[in-house]
């Protein structure tokens, strides 16, 4: 089945560690990729995303994903975390021969230790 | 930022009645709304798709009896849940972007509703 896959659900992290969230997706063709953050008691907000060109694509608050076409993945990197950065993580994909709707992978909720 | 408004956050309410969740975009034109319902430690999961003046699209095993989706204006989209009974709840979330069902414009959501039916 087509799908979005998110490997890790908890991440904990100590302050100034680097992050890594893994997302792999199982589509063929064209696709659009995002991450989203929900921080505690807020809405899912945009953080990046990819349509085309330069595969490494900058977002908000220092964080950055790369697009890999061969392994079908997008994952999510900050070099330095901070404690504001503990959220829960949603990568999503959308493609144009589905009306561009989102499919989201299950998400990972990352605790940042001050 | 393009902000989008739900109402209500939180709901509790007896087996067999209907309610009504709202969407709001209040700075910007929403042409289309979409309705997703999130489980427990799970993504979140697509129910249904609407624009403006058109009649909404659902997702595969979603009853669109029991969902009842209007989106009447550029600014406002309603979620019915009918009869609502206890495996009804859920946390509904609705986003909302510029464009027709075609359209790459990201998509906007709301903070959510967390529905739980007694």
């Known amino acids: 089945a087509q799908s979005v896959s998110q490997h890790n659900h908890h991440v904990i992290l100590s302050e100034a560690a680097s992050l890594e969230l893994g997302c792999n997706y199982s589509?063929?063709?064209?696709?659009?990729l995002f991450w989203y953050v929900q921080y505690p008691g807020q809405h899912l907000q945009l953080l990046l995303k990819?349509?085309?060109?330069?595969?490494l694509v900058k977002g908000i608050k220092g964080f950055e994903a790369e697009f890999i076409k061969s392994k079908f993945s997008f994952n999510l990197r900050k070099p330095s975390v901070q404690w504001s950065d503990t959220a829960e993580y949603f990568c999503?994909?959308?493609?144009?021969?589905?009306?561009?709707?989102?499919?989201f992978g299950s998400g990972t909720r990352l605790l940042v230790r001050p | 930022g393009a902000v989008v408004s739900q109402h209500p956050s939180w709901v509790i309410c007896k087996s067999g009645t209907s309610v009504k969740i709202e969407c709001r975009s209040l700075?910007?034109?929403?042409?289309?709304m979409f309705w997703y319902r999130q489980f427990p430690k799970q993504s979140l999961m697509l129910m249904a798709t609407?624009?403006?003046?058109?009649?909404?699209?659902?997702e595969q095993g979603v009853e669109k009896d029991k969902f009842l989706i209007n989106h009447a204006s550029l600014t406002l989209s309603t979620l019915t849940v009918t009869s609502a009974h206890p495996e009804d709840s859920s946390f509904y979330i609705c986003s909302a972007r510029t464009g027709r069902t075609d359209s790459n414009q990201p998509q906007h959501f709301g903070d959510g509703t967390r529905l739980s039916i007694l």
């Open positions: 589509y063929g063709g064209t696709v659009n």
């Open positions: 990819y349509f085309s060109g330069d595969p």
């Open positions: 999503a994909v959308s493609r144009m021969d589905s009306s561009y709707k989102l499919i």
């Open positions: 700075d910007f034109q929403a042409t289309t």
């Open positions: 609407s624009n403006e003046g058109s009649k909404a699209t659902y």
